[in-house]
């Protein structure tokens, strides 16, 4: 029996509420992995179990294809690579799965999902917006539980080495839900 979904239908809203913290602004095609996190905070007073970020990319200015991208998520013990996918509309399309079970968002709670990020090196220059939606796999099937804000950002061959542009981001703001990392989770 599937678990009991977090989104009923007569909810109007995402029982999850979803922020992308902004990693590098421009990355280098060939470069190192850069690492980010999207947060996942529970709205509700029930936990949210199965749940899956999707992660959308699309190029701006030029298509930007899916073997281009390299990108990894952490499920609290390992790292899990992410294929993608495009679609006929010019999106690249991630599934954080890798036979994960799903990340669980107790309520009232953030979980926060550290991500990685490269380019290959025949990847072209390009403004790329990058977006994530949340599913709640529920058997074969599976209910949208949440959308994320928008994290733009360059693919440049001028782009810094990933070591030398580790900074701390001053835009991120911290949550009103108690925070767990996977780490703490698993």
């Not at 850069?34 to 905070?41: K, N, R, S």
């Not at 281009?68 to 679609?87: K, M, N, S």
């Not at 953030?110 to 991500?115: I, Q, S």
């Not at 994530?132 to 058997?139: D, F």
């Amino acid at each position: 029996m599937p678990p009991p979904s977090c989104a009923p239908a007569d909810r109007v809203d995402f029982p999850l509420d979803t922020r992308i913290h902004e990693g590098p602004a421009v990355y280098r095609p060939g470069g190192d992995r850069q690492e980010w996190a999207i947060d996942l905070t529970n709205a509700t007073d029930e936990a949210c179990v199965g749940v899956h970020p999707i992660l959308v990319l699309v190029g701006q200015r030029q298509p930007l294809l899916p073997e281009q991208i390299r990108l990894e998520f952490h499920d609290g013990t390992r790292w899990r690579a992410v294929p993608f996918e495009r679609t006929d509309q010019d999106e690249n399309v991630g599934v954080l799965d890798d036979g994960f079970p799903g990340f669980t968002v107790g309520p009232a709670r953030t979980v926060t999902v550290r991500v990685r990020l490269a380019f290959t090196s025949d990847a072209l220059q390009n403004r790329v917006v990058a977006s994530a939606a949340l599913v709640q796999r529920r058997e074969n099937d599976g209910d949208w539980v949440g959308d994320s804000n928008d994290y733009g950002f360059a693919v440049a061959a001028d782009a810094p080495d990933a070591a030398a542009s580790d900074t701390p981001d001053a835009s991120r703001e911290p949550s009103t839900a108690p925070t767990e990392t996977i780490e703490q989770l698993a």
